[in-house]
């Protein structure tokens, strides 16, 4: 079966494995073994509200060593772009826009592909307020989560369901 592909993007640190591994706590997930990708647990089979789509954590796609960090998201960005049909662009409340966000926001932008602009590290309601900053990545209204406190994560799969073709 062919199920919607959601790719979580951003650049180190903003917390895409941490939100990856939090999106399984939510529910019964199998990791599954996918030919060709090295580490197969940053591919999982999702289940919410009774839709079904594989989850991908691009941060996870292992860099050939020596790499430089433009290029691994750029590649991060393409194969999210190329693959997938709703992309989680993972940015940090905590750092505000960086350079890189701006960077992968405009491949986005340009892609045409659905986006969920995904506020990271609200760990509490005084955060909130702070993710309007991103608002200038031109991405929509950016949706506050906690990947560490679990915060908002259930609100997220609800939107990432409604966003699924
Ligand atoms: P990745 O490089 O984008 O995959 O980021 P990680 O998931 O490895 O997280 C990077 C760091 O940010 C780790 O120290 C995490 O514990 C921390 N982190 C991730 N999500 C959150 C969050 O929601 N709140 C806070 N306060 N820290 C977080």
């Given at each position: 079966m062919n199920?919607?592909?959601?790719?979580?993007?951003?650049?180190?640190?903003?917390?895409?494995?941490?939100?990856?591994?939090?999106?399984?706590?939510?529910?019964?997930a199998v990791v599954h073994e996918t030919p060709g990708v090295t580490r197969d647990r940053n591919y999982a089979m999702c289940e919410w509200a009774g839709r079904e789509f594989r989850l991908i954590d691009t941060?996870?796609?292992?860099p050939e060593s020596g790499e430089l960090m433009d290029r691994l998201i750029y590649e991060q960005?393409?194969?999210a772009v190329r693959e997938a049909d709703l992309v989680l662009f993972l940015v940090d409340t905590h750092v505000?826009?960086?350079?890189?966000?701006?960077?992968?926001?405009?491949?986005?932008?340009?892609?045409?592909?659905?986006?969920?602009l995904v506020a990271n590290k609200a760990d509490s309601e005084q955060h909130d307020l702070e993710v309007f900053s991103f608002l200038r990545l031109g991405l929509g209204d950016p949706v506050p989560v906690?990947?560490?406190?679990?915060?908002?994560?259930?609100?997220?799969?609800?939107?990432?369901?409604?966003?699924?073709?």
């Open positions: 199920l919607p592909t959601v790719a979580i993007v951003g650049r180190p640190n903003v917390g895409k494995s941490s939100l990856f591994n939090r999106f399984l706590h939510r529910q019964l941060g996870g796609l292992v960005t393409e194969f505000g826009v960086d350079q890189i966000d701006e960077q992968i926001a405009r491949r986005l932008r340009e892609s045409g592909k659905p986006i969920i906690s990947a560490t406190v679990g915060r908002l994560v259930g609100d997220l799969l609800d939107m990432v369901i409604a966003r699924l073709p």
